[in-house]
């Protein structure tokens, strides 16, 4: 039987450390997977959750989709904001409808344009390729947090950031210029591990799209 695609495959699943994890947790557990009662307080990086036929690897959010892509998981959840900028080879699967925020540019607000800004963000790749979509050449400086200073120090003449509250920007004097896009988190698969354990990753699926529409998250 080994190899043949069957629903009691143990799935491999990339968690991103930080703000999304203890929602994405609970969210499994609404889903009706038991979760060990530890989960969202250990140091552990390797979590294994044999009810839930699941061993959860405690990535930096960044990295799931290179350890989905590369196949040491099945699949993963991370933030759209993180899909678009590492563009990687892996199948979006579900809108999870958690970490909700938009992408923006944002600037002070008596900001003036000049030739050739600068834009400091954490995700140079989205930002090139939205100001090379509006025609506008602009230097791209990347940074690694934080980002809301380098207009305040001069660093850079605008930013491209999330925003979730806009305290952030409200107490540092900044203001949200365009909307790039809108974030959630989704839950992504690796493309040979979708095909192997494809009754396993589909029924994930079905319960958390079935538990999402019956809360009215999606
Ligand atoms: N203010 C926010 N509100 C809602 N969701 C957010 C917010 N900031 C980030 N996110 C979402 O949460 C994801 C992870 O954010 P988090 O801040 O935990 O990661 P990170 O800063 O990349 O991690 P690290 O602090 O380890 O570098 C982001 O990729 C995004 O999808
Ligand atoms: O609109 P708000 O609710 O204020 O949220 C937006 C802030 O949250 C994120 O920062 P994060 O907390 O990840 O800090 P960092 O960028 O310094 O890592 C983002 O980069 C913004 O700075």
Redesign the pocket.
Same mark, same amino acid.
């Given at each position: 039987m080994s190899g043949e695609a069957s629903g009691h495959d143990i799935l491999k699943v990339a968690m +991103?450390?930080?703000?999304?994890y203890k929602q994405a947790s609970k969210l499994f557990r609404e889903a009706g997977l038991t979760i060990p009662e530890d989960f969202d307080d250990t140091r552990k990086l390797i979590i294994e959750a044999p009810e839930a036929r699941m061993v959860f690897i405690m990535a930096? +959010? =960044?990295d799931v989709p290179t350890y989905v892509e590369y196949g040491v998981a099945d699949i993963g959840i =991370?933030?759209?904001? =993180?899909l678009m900028e590492e563009n990687k080879d892996v199948y979006e699967l579900l809108d999870l409808g958690i970490?909700?925020?938009r992408m923006s540019v944002i600037g002070l607000p008596d900001w003036k344009p000049v030739i050739n800004p600068r834009v400091a963000t954490?995700y140079p790749n989205v930002a090139s390729q939205y100001f090379r979509e509006q025609g506008q050449q602009v230097e791209v400086i990347k940074l690694?947090?934080s980002i809301e200073l380098a207009p305040l120090i001069g660093l850079a003449d605008r930013i491209v950031d999330?925003?979730?509250?806009g305290q952030?920007l409200r107490e540092n004097g900044l203001v949200e210029m365009e909307t790039i896009f809108g974030?959630?988190?989704r839950l992504i698969a690796n493309r040979v591990s979708y095909r192997m354990k494809n009754e396993s990753i589909q029924s994930l699926c079905d319960r958390l799209q079935q538990m999402l529409t019956a809360k009215g998250l999606v």
């Open positions: +991103p450390k930080g703000r999304i930096k +959010p =960044v =991370v933030g759209k904001d =993180v970490a909700r925020c954490k690694n947090g999330m925003v979730e509250t952030t974030i959630t988190s």
